[in-house]
């Protein structure tokens, strides 16, 4: 028999859900929480390490509930990477002198950017190479400046290879100026503290949590509500999409 749609009928048949109340910032923090307190209660497990973005108010939340100390907090080097580029980038918008020809061009900040990651394991070698990067983007055939960069076969600096090899390198880029270098060497080298890159040591990202978030999404719109039976359904339905695919989905029904 179908269910009236009197709202007085609706209201009373109704067995509601809902299990937070609040903004969505809010909603982030609680539900962080509740994954890393339902861990201990259900699997006798407890989570070390929180990957979040680094604006995130859920770690904070759950530090407060687990312990200060109990919990540490990891960066995804994609983020980090991202964030050289858009430090340099706000820099060049706001100082003349790094725009136009021979001066700051967007194809060396990318390069900057994709030097993060070099020796990731290894706080010390991933600094010195991180912090080498900014002068090896700085050098030119004028001007040489691959003495901080690691050396051997195996090295991140094609001028180093070559030398390992006893052949002569050849510049393939033309480098910053030193005029350049010296105005975005304090930004770049505020992201090369040992604090920050020991959060990504890692080497891990993001990227596999955004695709599995961009699967449940496709189905389950963050902007039309859902209840919990469908949420759950649809979720459950993202996890073997993203595991195996979609045609082993076709199996289940």
């Given at each position: 028999m179908p269910r009236s749609i009197e709202p007085e009928t609706f209201a009373a048949d109704h067995v509601c859900h809902s299990n937070f109340q609040g903004s969505t910032f809010k909603m982030e923090a609680v539900g962080s929480t509740r994954i890393f307190q339902r861990s201990i209660a259900k699997r006798s497990l407890k989570y070390s390490q929180y990957y979040g973005d680094g604006d995130?108010?859920?770690?904070?939340?759950?530090?407060?509930?687990?312990?200060?100390?109990?919990?540490?907090?990891?960066?995804?080097?994609?983020?980090?990477?991202?964030?050289?580029?858009?430090?340099?980038?706000?820099?060049?918008s706001k100082n003349k002198n790094l725009s136009g020809?021979?001066?700051?061009?967007?194809?060396?900040?990318?390069?900057?950017?994709?030097?993060?990651?070099?020796?990731?394991?290894?706080?010390?070698?991933?600094?010195?190479?991180?912090?080498?990067?900014?002068?090896?983007?700085s050098t030119s055939v004028e001007k040489?400046?691959?003495?901080?960069?690691?050396?051997?076969?195996?090295?991140?600096?094609?001028?180093?290879?070559?030398?390992?090899?006893?052949?002569?390198?050849?510049?393939?880029?033309k480098g910053l100026s030193n005029e350049v270098l010296n105005m975005i060497k304090s930004?770049?080298?505020e992201l090369?503290?040992?604090q920050l890159l020991n959060?990504?040591?890692?080497?891990?990202?993001q990227n596999s949590n955004e695709c599995f978030n961009g699967i449940i999404w496709q189905t389950v719109p963050k902007e039309i509500f859902m209840c919990l039976k469908t949420l759950k359904s649809d979720t459950l339905d993202a996890v073997i999409q993203f595991n195996e695919g979609t045609r082993v989905v076709m199996t289940f029904f």
């Amino acid at each position: 028999m179908p269910r009236s749609i009197e709202p007085e009928t609706f209201a009373a048949d109704h067995v509601c859900h809902s299990n937070f109340q609040g903004s969505t910032f809010k909603m982030e923090a609680v539900g962080s929480t509740r994954i890393f307190q339902r861990s201990i209660a259900k699997r006798s497990l407890k989570y070390s390490q929180y990957y979040g973005d680094g604006d995130s108010k859920g770690f904070i939340r759950v530090k407060d509930t687990c312990g200060k100390d109990s919990v540490t907090k990891c960066e995804c080097i994609g983020l980090v990477q991202k964030r050289v580029g858009v430090r340099l980038r706000k820099l060049k918008s706001k100082n003349k002198n790094l725009s136009g020809k021979g001066k700051l061009p967007d194809s060396s900040i990318d390069r900057l950017q994709n030097c993060y990651g070099i020796n990731v394991g290894n706080l010390s070698a991933l600094q010195q190479n991180v912090a080498a990067a900014l002068f090896h983007c700085s050098t030119s055939v004028e001007k040489l400046m691959h003495g901080q960069c690691s050396i051997g076969k195996d090295s991140w600096c094609y001028y180093q290879r070559e030398l390992s090899r006893s052949k002569k390198p050849k510049e393939k880029f033309k480098g910053l100026s030193n005029e350049v270098l010296n105005m975005i060497k304090s930004t770049y080298l505020e992201l090369c503290t040992k604090q920050l890159l020991n959060k990504c040591l890692h080497g891990k990202t993001q990227n596999s949590n955004e695709c599995f978030n961009g699967i449940i999404w496709q189905t389950v719109p963050k902007e039309i509500f859902m209840c919990l039976k469908t949420l759950k359904s649809d979720t459950l339905d993202a996890v073997i999409q993203f595991n195996e695919g979609t045609r082993v989905v076709m199996t289940f029904f």
